[in-house]
T-cell receptor, first 113, second 113 residues
Framework: SAVISQKPSRDICQRGTSLTIQCQVD?????MFWYRQQPGQSLTLIAT?????????ESGFVIDKFPISRPNLTFSTLTVSNMSPEDSSIYLC??????????FGEGSRLTVL | AQSVTQPDIHITVSEGASLELRCNYS??????LFWYVQSPGQGLQLLLK??????LVQGIKGFEAEFKRSQSSFNLRKPSVHWSDAAEYFC???????????FGSGTRLQVQP
């Protein structure tokens, strides 16, 4: 298994500001994934982050809005830029240490006023 | 493209009653299938998974699921529900070259005393 820590666990932000979410894993993993869960909704994949390469974004998500860093095999950050109330969501980091199963952090609950 | 459908948005059962949550998937090859549970304010916890082999899989907390290829289904069952099972349940599909998972819209389970 993998233990994933996310910071912050929750935050309240003002419109137009940016917030960086950190994800730390207790083991080295090749692939990390960032998901968004809007209120009352399911999980939507934002991007896949591999160490040493640019993140791969899903349709509807762009690097300018959600820049991602992946400096090593245990850490990643997701920034939500120029926030609006529509960005209020839970942002989840996940990893696949082996064989197709994803492990999730507890998420970062973001509220934009 | 892969997709997951959970037809039931909300289900209410009495404590001690049996439970079945429906999941249908669309995938071109043999899928990897998962059920996750999310309690309020918590991250996602894996209940069980199917990769291959026996089509009836056992998971944690007394849950089981059956893969039926002919019906493209992976329904989750529990013979006797406990009040602590109240949560949101997500079915997910993955496999092939895509390492991230695609999630269904979720089913919210309410347990009546």
């Amino acid at each position: 298994s993998a233990v994933i820590s996310q910071k912050p666990s929750r935050d309240i932000c003002q419109r137009g500001t940016s917030l960086t979410i950190q994800c730390q894993v207790d083991s080295q993993v090749t692939m990390m994934f960032w998901y968004r869960q809007q209120p009352g909704q399911s999980l939507t994949l934002i991007a896949t982050a591999n160490q040493g390469s640019e993140a791969t974004y899903e349709s509807g998500f762009v690097i300018d809005k959600f820049p991602i860093s992946r400096p090593n095999l245990t850490f990643s950050t997701l920034t939500v830029s120029n926030m609006s109330p529509e960005d209020s969501s839970i942002y989840l980091c996940s990893v696949e240490p082996r064989g197709g199963e994803l492990f999730f952090g507890e998420g970062s609950r973001l509220t934009v006023l | 493209a892969q997709s997951v459908t959970q037809p039931d948005i909300h289900i209410t059962v009495s404590e001690g009653a049996s439970l079945e949550l429906r999941c249908n998937y669309s995938y071109g090859a043999t899928p990897y299938l998962f059920w996750y549970v999310q309690s309020p304010g918590q991250g996602l916890q894996l209940l069980l998974k199917y990769f291959s082999g026996d089509t009836l899989v056992q998971g944690i907390k007394g849950f089981e699921a059956e893969f039926k290829r002919s019906q493209s289904s992976f329904n989750l069952r529990k013979p006797s529900v406990h009040w602590s099972d109240a949560a949101e349940y997500f079915c997910a599909v993955g496999g092939g070259g895509r390492r991230a998972l695609t999630f269904g819209s979720g089913t919210r389970l309410q347990v009546q005393p």
